[in-house]
């Protein structure tokens, strides 16, 4: 299932679309359940993951926003 959002993390802002199915995978993020991720702030993509990581998250409120979403939907 698609969820998407927004996500206010200290000073930024994020847009986050992930697909999330309903039992852990190999695939998913830490075997999770999010097996696709994308995080967009100001409209550029600061962390993607699609059954592997394209682009980790590199700043503190980027790997912050990925932390709330894992405890939400992982």
Not at 43 to 66: F, H, K
Request: with cysteine; hydrophobic share 30%; proline share 1%.
């Amino acid at each position: 299932m698609w969820r998407e959002g927004t996500l206010e993390i200290g000073k930024s802002v994020f847009r986050y679309c992930i697909k999330v199915y309903g039992e852990g995978s190999e695939y998913g993020i830490d075997e999770g359940r999010i097996s696709k991720l994308m995080l967009k702030r100001n409209g550029n993509v600061v962390c993607n993951y699609d059954r592997g990581w394209d682009i980790r998250p590199r700043d503190t409120d980027t790997r912050q926003a990925l932390v709330s979403l894992k405890k939400t939907y992982n």
